[in-house]
């Protein structure tokens, strides 16, 4: 999957009122000094510093004393959002909490932005209009042809630990959205966090949580309605194992209003979600004349479902260079899939609106799908236009039974539909890659938008199959020649490295993987097949030479039959709240055989290994024959998301892992 993007192809953006700690490269090459006045910080900011903090863990990087957002509609259906944050700063960790940023583009002006800072000593800061600077977005060459999304960003002084940031802006909203999402929930604690809807007559709101139950709000007669919150705990998953993406836990509120010639329909189903784009992709998905001759050139003589959709898919996967050009509104409306067509490129969002284009030229229909790559992130429960990707979804005729059809849902209607991603350069068509499956997708269809939990794919779609002859001699070097293929998703990598790196990136690449498993060895004759054939085998010979593999212990030798394949599975003995990620579902099998030196007999081998938990599975087994050890295992992953309470289970199976990989065999002299 490329860079991720919003829901309709904007970059992903950190989403809290001052949206978030962005990289500090945001800042590279700007100096941005801070000017000292005894009395610039408001009293707002004094009142929130002044606070108490309760004891937190140490590792705690810094604590929100104050989060405060009011979120203005006027008549017009146009909005303000005003907000306010205050930062205390208790370790090195937490400064990157002081470069503070907010994106903007011609439908959002800043209309005002001010940011202050106290420091650990008491001295007071505040910083001027000329301090700020506006930069794009950074890292993203390459990706955008063009894009009038920007930051307006400042390094706030006083933000050394005991120092407190401080700041407020107001921002004009996009006029066509009538929702508004709170998050209040974030990587470091807070202790208070607000947010204000004021509407003018006539408006009506709907409130939908995520994560968290739902809280009445205050009334302000007539000056709006007010949510507040207390006391909230950070997500941080740095250090947590198979963790989750925070995003997938962390709380909020979507609200969603209407008003008089703003908005006709409840926004608070998904229905009306699918209702409100609706219009956006109308006209975009037309088939040209153009389109319409090359989908016919791509499906000739093609009357299987399968092999159509797949002529067309891959077009648009491997031919369509994925480039965004963010302007328009927000971002959140496809380019005219003719336009796309006669450019080549177009973003996520443009790619779904061409392959949807392309295969109604030859009768087939195909919808747009909102995705996010944030397995958890997309609550069923709360409809909203929070995501960060688009993708595709195909519909399949009643009665076509292709085994080659994995990635399938079936809607709330009974049509069926394959899932797939056109950006996804390196998934086969008819699957659906990792980070998608197990999550939430919405079937954009107008009047039947829906929510839909998208596949886990079977295990034998996504493989890794190595075999190997070794020949171990007396002093220890161990020699032979391995046969590596891969399938699925876990060949996606190998596959980008041998396309696209030289001879330098993948020779290192190769040494970085046997140096897991090896202290002094070489790699030569190194061959790879199949490096684009995605349907088949991605393919990797090499002779391999290992030296002092075989531990020498007086008349003993210690040789590990698991000769290569480090699962490292990370786990750590701490209490688990978190759901437990396991990524991707997988099969892996090794299939070793290690002649010994002449001389030596197998003395001991280690024991079998079975082990079944149902969401995984794990055996190995090593025999002798003649004077040949001979070690096999598979492991089979067959979920991807596990509750806290199996924590134990995946800790029994680390260890199981790791004691066999580790385990040796003992050759004793004659």
């Given amino acids: 999957m490329p860079v991720a993007f919003s829901p309709l192809g904007r970059p992903k953006l950190p989403s809290r009122c001052q949206a978030g700690a962005v990289c500090a490269a945001l ?31 140490a590792d705690t990087n810094a604590v929100v004393l104050l989060d405060d957002t009011t979120y203005r509609v006027d008549p017009d259906g146009r909005a303000v959002e005003h907000c306010r944050r205050v930062v205390k700063i208790l370790r090195p960790q937490g400064r990157d909490e002081g470069i503070i940023h907010v994106n903007f583009d011609k439908d959002t002006k800043i209309l005002s932005m001010n940011v202050w800072g106290i420091g650990p000593d008491g001295h007071e800061y505040a910083m001027k209009d000329k301090d700020f600077v506006d930069a794009g977005f950074p890292g993203m060459e390459g990706a955008f042809e063009f894009a009038d999304v920007k930051f307006r960003v400042a390094r ?6 005991g120092g407190v940031i401080a700041y407020e802006y107001e921002q004009r909203e996009r006029p066509y959205l009538t929702e508004k999402t709170w998050f209040f929930q974030e990587d470091i604690p807070s202790l208070s966090q607000s947010f204000t809807l004021q509407l003018p007559p006539g408006y ?18 007539g000056r709006g ?71 016919q050139e791509l499906t000739a003589g093609k009357t299987d479902f399968y092999d159509k959709t797949e002529a067309i898919g891959e077009f648009v996967q491997k031919q369509v260079r994925y480039v965004a050009i963010e302007v328009g509104i927000g971002g959140y409306q496809p380019h005219a899939a003719g336009d796309i067509f006669h450019n080549r490129y177009g973003d996520c ?23 996010d790559s944030r397995r958890g992130f997309v609550d069923p429960d709360a409809p909203s236009l929070e995501g960060d990707h688009m993708i595709a979804a195909i519909e399949v005729p009643k009665g076509n039974e292709s085994p080659r059809l994995h990635s399938m849902v079936t809607a709330s209607t009974g049509r069926r539909y394959l899932i797939f991603d056109p950006t996804s350069e390196k998934t086969v068509f008819g699957e659906l890659e990792h980070q998608l499956q197990g999550s939430y997708g919405i079937l954009m269809e107008g009047a039947d938008t829906q929510v839909i939990q998208l596949p886990v794919l079977d295990p034998a779609l996504n493989t890794i199959r190595r075999t190997a002859s070794f020949r171990l001699d007396a002093d220890g070097v161990l020699k032979g020649t391995v046969t590596e293929k891969r399938f699925g998703d876990v060949s996606e990598l190998r596959r980008e490295v041998y396309a696209k790196g030289d001879a330098k990136e993948q020779t290192d690449f190769l040494d970085h993987m046997l140096g897991r498993d090896f202290t002094a060895f070489s790699a030569t004759d190194v061959k790879v097949e199949n490096v684009d054939a995605l349907h088949k085998d991605f393919t990797l010979t090499y002779s391999l030479s290992a030296e002092r593999y075989a531990k020498a212990m007086g008349s003993l030798l210690m040789v590990r039959p698991r000769v290569l394949g480090d699962l490292d599975i990370d786990t750590d003995r701490k209490p688990r709240t978190v759901p437990i990620n396991l990524d991707e579902t997988m099969q892996a099998t090794d299939e070793y055989s290690i002649e010994i030196p002449d001389g030596y007999s197998v003395d001991e ?45 995946v800790q029994k199976l680390a260890g199981a892992i790791a004691a066999d990989e580790a385990s040796s065999a003992v050759l004793k002299k004659k």
């Fill in 27 to 57: 800042l590279l090459g700007f100096t941005l000094p801070a000017h000292a006045k005894t009395d610039s910080v408001p009293d707002w900011v004094r009142s929130a510093a002044a606070q108490t903090i309760p004891p937190y863990p």
């Fill in 225 to 295: 309605w007010r949510w507040e919150m207390k006391d909230i705990p950070g997500i941080d998953l740095e250090r947590v194992p198979l963790s989750p993406a925070p995003e997938s836990l962390a709380a909020r509120m979507t609200v969603h209003y209407a008003g008089p010639g703003v908005v006709a329909a409840d926004r608070s189903t998904w229905k009306s979600v699918g209702e409100w784009y609706d219009p956006l992709i109308r006209d975009r998905v037309a088939a040209t004349p153009e389109i319409a001759a090359k989908a």
């Fill in 349 to 371: 969002k443009d790619k779904a609106t061409l392959l949807s284009a392309m295969l109604s030229a030859v009768g087939v229909h195909a919808a747009l799908m909102m995705v």
């Fill in 204 to 221: 009506t709101y709907g409130t939908v949580w995520a994560h968290h139950s739902p809280s009445e709000a205050a009334n302000l007669e």
């Fill in 156 to 161: 706030a002084p006083g933000n050394d630990p």
């Fill in 605 to 649: 081998i280690p024991d079998p290994v079975k082990l079944d938990l149902g969401f995984a599975a794990y055996q190995s087994d090593v025999q002798v024959t003649g004077n040949t050890l001979h070690y096999k295992r598979t492991y089979t992953i067959r979920q991807i998301t596990l509750p806290a309470d199996r924590y134990a289970d």
